[in-house]
């Protein structure tokens, strides 16, 4: 792997509430009650965020599959956690065994090709279980323990680098700043934080959440709601170009920034530090219920190739509402984008109150596949879920009764990174070959999120961050 100066540059935008990246959709409803009434909105919704999606493959895999605990997932991350902790130990007790200056720059250079060999392995070990899942060779459970791993390792080798970045800066006139930054960087796309909380899943310290991945040869998506807390991950290495000398300018970065998310550009502006030049920038977007991070491509043309997403689910999205009434029961769905958060809720027809229900999701491609449970909707009446692939049908039963009320909804497109303002029909797709409820839904199949580390960002004033 070929060093690479980088940047971290973070463009702050400070939003007072942006709501949950969620679309108007489009429903339709079978009569099949005694008071049974719909409402549909196909119009696209121009004030949320963009998101990144895969880049369209004719081999796509999206499935959905539950978390809970798994000691053999947890043994084999913990080995990986330890293995990475010695190699690190043996770098300290090298680099204190080593006297002489030329010497420990030897070691030093050294060191760090090796940690650019196994980041290099590490990618590849990503990119094969890429493919191997979305071709159905690897379990949704294997995907995402192994991803696990990757981040264990990435975690603990970064570690490393920082140890040998702080010996180089013992050493008068001696520096590798650039080639750690350009190390630390690229073990930062192998994290995320869906991949950082596998490990606590799988050790049972988070309580069990649906998850939702969707994987191409190149990348991956992974979202899931935990505690009312929206996680979404994205990876696609199609959008990473080799390495060239035509680069970006920071001016060109900004202006892909604005096109990128323009409606927090729009709406809350963006302010950065100045930099030198690099091949990748991070853009940090914080708001007061989450934040968004894109990593970008800065080499020519420059593109989003990696987001992560934490949201809190804390009101209504600003989404048209579908409403269906049946027996008593009013079942209101704020439809969303695959992989995406909506909103469920349940009310007495007549009065309004909230509704206990229990809710499930039938998808295709059996109009009578069994329903699989999400929730019970909470005190008022409301449950947040990921949304499906494809067409679905949700179902509520009022806890401890027999009365039912369903309505069928269609995911609606996402405002894509890349596309023109309120625009979903640019570079990317969500479309699937094989969807399927669960093929796994006995072990641990995904990471959950811990909450305590997804409260509200602070709001800062811009800065340039190194790694």
Do not use: C
Request: glycine share 6%.
């Amino acid at each position: 792997m070929r060093p690479r100066s980088v940047l971290f540059a973070v463009f702050l935008l400070v939003s007072s509430g942006v709501g949950a990246a969620s679309l108007p959709g489009l429903a339709a409803s079978s009569p099949d009650s005694d008071a049974l009434s719909s409402t549909a909105d196909i119009a696209q919704n121009r004030t949320q965020t963009n998101v990144l999606t895969l880049t369209q493959s004719s081999v796509q895999r999206t499935n959905f599959t539950q978390s809970s605990a798994n000691a053999s997932a947890a043994l084999t991350i913990r080995d990986t956690r330890i293995s990475r902790q010695l190699n690190t130990k043996r770098t300290e007790t090298t680099l204190d065994s080593v006297d002489v200056e030329s010497e420990r720059q030897a070691y030093i250079r050294r060191a760090l090709t090796e940690v650019e060999i196994r980041t290099s392995e590490l990618r590849q070990e990503e990119r094969e279980a890429f493919r191997r899942h979305s071709t159905g060779e690897l379990s949704t459970t294997g995907l995402t323990v192994q991803l696990a791993r990757i981040d264990t390792a990435s975690e603990q080798l970064a570690q490393n680098v920082t140890r040998l970045n702080d010996a180089a800066e013992d050493i008068e006139g001696f520096s590798v700043r650039t080639r750690v930054d350009a190390i630390q960087l690229e073990l930062q796309t192998l994290r995320g934080p869906m991949r950082d909380h596998t490990a606590e899943a799988v050790r049972g310290e988070i309580p069990s959440s649906r998850v939702y991945a969707s994987t191409t040869a190149d990348g991956v998506v992974l979202t899931t709601i935990s505690d009312d807390t929206y996680v979404r991950e994205v990876y696609d290495g199609s959008r990473r170009v080799p390495t060239s000398n035509a680069q970006l300018t920071p001016e060109e970065i900004d202006t892909l920034v604005r096109q990128s998310y323009p409606t927090l550009w729009e709406r809350w502006g963006s302010s950065g530090g100045s930099a030198r030049e690099s091949d990748v920038w991070i853009t940090e977007i914080p708001y007061r219920r989450g934040k968004l991070t894109a990593f970008i491509d800065k080499d020519t043309p420059g593109r989003v190739f990696k987001e992560a997403q934490t949201l809190r689910l804390n009101r209504t999205p600003p989404t048209k509402q579908m409403n269906s009434s049946r027996v008593g029961l009013r079942l209101t769905v704020h439809p969303s984008y695959p992989g995406g958060p909506m909103l469920i809720k349940v009310e007495n027809a007549r009065t309004g109150d909230p509704v206990r229900a229990d809710v499930s999701i039938i998808s295709p491609p059996q109009s009578n596949t069994d329903p699989v449970p999400i929730g019970t909707t909470n005190s008022s009446g409301a449950l947040w879920a990921v949304s499906p692939q494809e067409n679905f049908t949700v179902q509520a039963i009022k806890v401890d009764t027999q009365s039912v009320v369903d309505m069928r909804v269609q995911p609606v497109e996402p405002n894509r990174v890349g596309a023109p303002n309120g625009s979903s029909s640019s570079n990317g797709s969500t479309g699937s070959t094989d969807v399927t409820e669960s093929d796994e839904i006995r072990t641990v199949e995904a990471p959950t999120v811990s909450t305590s580390t997804l409260t509200s960002q602070s709001l800062a004033a811009p800065s340039l961050r190194r790694r």
